[in-house]
Structure formats: structure tokens, C-alpha cells
């Protein structure tokens, strides 16, 4: 089975700028989870999808939405970007099935965001 | 609230000594699940073990196991005959139940193997 992908790799935006990135989840995963990493903050969750609804939400302003489309294929959008915006954006897929906490999460390559 | 603990920042291992990476964790909830992931320099998150709260054995996936001691709270994660392509940061995670994606993580330890 092909892994989880994201696209792009990396990006170079200004701030003020709006940005969206873009994953792909295993094949026959529901769920998918995007995740921010800073170094200073470390990993931090953002959302995450099932069935293209949203049903979990970390602690992040608006700016940051996202969206889950039919085929299980998600999408993050970043609106006005500020400079703590550069991070590493990666997201994860999984079964979900009946909602075990030992479901594993499995994670793509990662977006790197610069914003200048 | 849930929490995970790493005390780790930086450790070095000998080529092909085992390495153990402590990690505890603080959480309320009865089920749940604690995980191990390693992120290479180049990024990505890396699956290498899982526990659940309910497991009485620990698991094992090949040369990574995990030692779960419920009672103190902590799933260290043990890695036999280290190897080069081992140096990365390694995160340890958990998760309740109920919570639609929510992995909360560790800041990690990053291992370096010496030749």
C-alpha cells in the first residue's frame, strides 16, 4: 500500500499570504489529523476529519481551517500568514474503527512552510 | 489532562549496544494507547511501536520493544544492536479514548549512534 503523501514539499510564502497544503491517507483510512511542529512548541495537534466532517479541533486561531473531501483526501488552509507560521505541517492517517486509542496514526513526509 | 515526558533531550549509543528512551506519562483515562515514533532529520514521522493501557504484554516489533510499566506511568522504549541509520529524534505519544485524533506528543530525545 502506498503511504501517506503531501503536497507540496515545501513552500516559501509572505506574510499576509494565505497558503494550502494538501495529504493523501493510505488507502481505505477514514481519519485524517493535521499536526504543526515548531521548535519551540513541538508537535501540536490541529484538526482532525472523518467522513469529511471535522470532529476535533486543537487550540489554534481561525486562520487555520481545513476540509475533507469524498475520497478521504484532506486539505489545510492557512489564511493571512504570520511569521510563526513557518513549521513543519504534517499530517496522518488512520483506521479509525470504533474510535481505539490504539489506533495507529500514520504520517506523511511533511509540508515545510517558510514565511517570510 | 494528558501529558507525556521525555527526559531525555540528547543521548549517545554505541554501534550495536541496546539503548533505552524513557518516557512517562500522565493520564486519568483507563484506555489508551502509548506509541513511538522516530523523525529523521528529513522529517517524517516514522511508526515503530505501539501499547494499549489493556495489554499485559509489551510489545515488541523487531528490534524495538517496549517496556510498559503501568503502575509508575511510563513506556520506555528499548532498542537492541543499535545501528547508524538509527540517529534521529524519537517522540513518544499517547492517546485516550475519545479523542478523534489526538495524538499528544513528547519533545522528544535525539539519539545519536556512534561508530
Known amino acids: 500500500k502506498a503511504g501517506v503523501t503531501q503536497t507540496p514539499r515545501y513552500l516559501i510564502k509572505t506574510r499576509g499570504q494565505q497558503v494550502t497544503l494538501s495529504c493523501s491517507p493510505i488507502?481505505?483510512?477514514?481519519?485524517v489529523s493535521w499536526y504543526q511542529q515548531t521548535p519551540g512548541q513541538g508537535l501540536q495537534f490541529l484538526f482532525e476529519?472523518?467522513?469529511?466532517?471535522?470532529?476535533n479541533k486543537g487550540n489554534f486561531p481561525g486562520r487555520f481551517s481545513g476540509r475533507q473531501f469524498s475520497n478521504s483526501r484532506s486539505e489545510m488552509n492557512v489564511s493571512t500568514l504570520e511569521l510563526g507560521d513557518s513549521a513543519l505541517y504534517l499530517c496522518?492517517?488512520?483506521?479509525?474503527?470504533?474510535?481505539?486509542?490504539?489506533?495507529?496514526?500514520?504520517f506523511g513526509p511533511g509540508t515545510r512552510l517558510t514565511v517570510l | 489532562a494528558q501529558k507525556i515526558t521525555q527526559t531525555q533531550p540528547g543521548m549517545f549509543v554505541q554501534e550495536k549496544e541496546a539503548v533505552t528512551l524513557d518516557c512517562t506519562y500522565d493520564?486519568?483515562?483507563?484506555?489508551?494507547?502509548l506509541f513511538w515514533y522516530k523523525q529523521p532529520s528529513s522529517g517524517e514521522m516514522i511508526f515503530l511501536i505501539y501499547?494499549?493501557?489493556?495489554?499485559?504484554q509489551n510489545a515488541t516489533e523487531g528490534r524495538y520493544s517496549l517496556n510498559f510499566q503501568k503502575a509508575r506511568k511510563s513506556a520506555n522504549l528499548v532498542i537492541s544492536a543499535s545501528q547508524l541509520g538509527d540517529s534521529a529524534m524519537y517522540f513518544c505519544?499517547?492517546?485516550?479514548?475519545?479523542?478523534?485524533?489526538?495524538?499528544?506528543f513528547g519533545k522528544g530525545t535525539k539519539l545519536s549512534v556512534k561508530p
Open positions: 501499547q494499549g493501557s489493556y495489554d499485559e
Open positions: 488507502s481505505g483510512h477514514r481519519s
Open positions: 493520564t486519568s483515562d483507563q484506555s489508551y494507547g
Open positions: 505519544a499517547m492517546r485516550v479514548r475519545g479523542s478523534q485524533g489526538n495524538l499528544i
Open positions: 476529519y472523518f467522513s469529511e466532517t471535522q470532529r
Open positions: 496522518a492517517s488512520s483506521l479509525e474503527l470504533g474510535g481505539n486509542p490504539t489506533d495507529t496514526q500514520y
